[in-house]
Nanobody, 123 residues
């Protein structure tokens, strides 16, 4: 199983980025895909999740600014990030798993992880 995250970079406050997570080696449609992020000195935290049914969940800190979507035909999940803020600076990881709903935000519930892509937002 491979998850390939891409699309990170350096942007200014208020700008946008779109991250992509391309998956291979798994039955993509059967998996919940999550985007997590980890800033220096902080724990990994959930950003957004799209379930097999395409039901969406987003962390409160990114609601209204970030949008997650999936294209099952391309085995790819996207994270559109708008109105970026310096506090969004982190390494962003995509992950695949089959978590129960009550634990959907827990990194421990995800079996497969991408390598991470760095997002840096300058003020």
């Amino acid at each position: 199983v491979q998850l390939q995250a891409s699309g990170g970079g350096l942007v200014q406050t208020g700008n946008s980025l779109r991250l992509s997570c391309a998956a291979s080696g798994l039955s993509f449609r059967r998996y919940t895909i999550g985007w997590f992020r980890q800033a220096p000195g902080k724990e990994r935290e959930i950003v957004a999740v799209v379930r097999q049914t395409s039901t969406l969940h987003c962390a409160d800190s990114v609601k209204g600014r970030f949008t997650i979507s999936r294209d099952n035909a391309k085995n790819t999940v996207y994270l559109q990030m708008n109105s970026l803020k310096p506090e969004d600076t982190a390494v962003y990881y995509c992950a695949a798993g089959q978590p129960i709903l009550s634990a959907i935000s827990s990194p421990n519930m995800y079996n497969y992880w991408g390598q991470g892509t760095l997002v840096t937002v300058s003020s």
